[in-house]
Structure formats: structure tokens, C-alpha cells
Nanobody, 123 residues
Framework: QVQLVESGGGLVQAGGSLRLSCAAS????????MGWFRQAPGKEREFVAA???????YYADSVKGRFTISRDNAKNTVYLQMNSLKPEDTARYYC?????????????????WGKGTLVTVSS
């Protein structure tokens, strides 16, 4: 069982930055593929970014060039640096772990989920 706890959400003005963190349990964190998803009110959850065990990264087109995903295996933590935030980035952001090799940009590819952290971007 993998437990994931997100932090770092909050209220920020458009153009500002936030860094989300996700602390994971488990002695094999370095082997997990990790991802961030988000869900805005009234919308389906969508893929944001993912990182493989070797550091390969993937991004949704809507966040490319603005968001950066990274990981610190020594701290069992994955991060999402969000810059140039827009009101349309407002959502609850979820951290997820893939331990069985499913697609990283799909909900069903992830095996464990955190409870999320809320990000609100004001215009």
C-alpha cells in the first residue's frame, strides 16, 4: 500500500507561482512512476504531468513550458512547480503513483491516489 499526501496548494494571483509537494510512503518509491492530475469544478479529472523512475517527464499541452515535475527519491517526494499560473489552472490537484506500468496520462494507469490539494488562481 502506498500513501500519498499533497501539500502546497493555495490562492495565488494570475501570473504567480506555486510549488506542490507530494510525500509518499513505501521503501520502493524510487521505482514508482509518479503523476499529477487535476480536477476543476464540474469537469473531469485530467492529466497534468508525470515522471518516470529514471526522470523522464511528460506534460499536458496546456501546461508545457509553465509547469515542471521533479522528484527527490531520498525524500520520497515528488514536486510540481507551477509558474505563470492562469485562472483556468484553478482545480484540485492530485498526486498519483503507478506501480504496475499502466499509462501515465490516464486515471486507470495509476494505482494509488492522494486526497488532493486545492489551487485557486484569481484574475
Amino acid at each position: 500500500q502506498v500513501q500519498l499526501v499533497e501539500s502546497g496548494g493555495g490562492l495565488v494571483q494570475a501570473g504567480g507561482s506555486l510549488r506542490l509537494s507530494c510525500a509518499a510512503s513505501g521503501r520502493t518509491f524510487s521505482s514508482y512512476r509518479m503523476g499529477w492530475f487535476r480536477q476543476a469544478p464540474g469537469k473531469e479529472r485530467e492529466f497534468v504531468a508525470a515522471i518516470t523512475w529514471s526522470g523522464g517527464t511528460y506534460y499536458a499541452d496546456s501546461v508545457k513550458g509553465r509547469f515542471t515535475i521533479s522528484r527527490d527519491n531520498a525524500k520520497n517526494t515528488v514536486y510540481l512547480q507551477m509558474n505563470s499560473l492562469k485562472p483556468e489552472d484553478t482545480a484540485r490537484y492530485y498526486c498519483a503513483a503507478s506501480t504496475r506500468g499502466g499509462p501515465l496520462d490516464r486515471d486507470y494507469g495509476m494505482d494509488f491516489w492522494g486526497k488532493g490539494t486545492l489551487v485557486t488562481v484569481s484574475s
